[in-house]
């Protein structure tokens, strides 16, 4: 290796990588090398845009059954009205008039 560099590494993922290469039986540095590697090789704007490829048409298949997506639509609809959703928090109710004017009277 000509160009050597440093990473900075969480204790957590040192930990793994020191067990991964006492079970491979291979230095860290050969284990984190073949890992950046085989990253790489999935991530190159190639096997990215192969992906992406794939999607595509996946969702041009879609638009061949329902152009108007109909039925994406009716399930959102059925999926919003399935229940209560926690991330759409809790609603208000409106205090009572006479609430109202006590709460008024009181601060002012």
């Given at each position: 290796m000509d160009n050597q560099q440093s990473l900075t590494i969480p204790a957590g993922l040192h930990h793994f990588l020191e067990q991964a290469s006492q079970w491979l039986k291979r230095p860290m540095n050969d284990v984190v090398y073949d890992a950046i590697v085989q990253y790489v090789a999935t991530n190159t704007p190639q096997s990215l845009a192969d992906r992406l490829k794939g999607s595509q048409q996946d969702l041009e298949r879609y638009h061949e059954q329902d152009p108007d997506m109909n039925k994406a639509i009716e399930a959102f609809?059925?999926?919003?009205?399935?229940?209560?959703?926690?991330?759409?928090?809790?609603?208000?109710?409106?205090?009572?008039?006479?609430?109202?004017?006590?709460?008024?009277?009181?601060?002012?």
């Open positions: 609809i059925q999926a919003e009205l399935a229940g209560p959703d926690p991330l759409e928090g809790i609603p208000f109710k409106e205090e009572p008039p006479i609430q109202k004017e006590i709460r008024t009277l009181l601060h002012g």
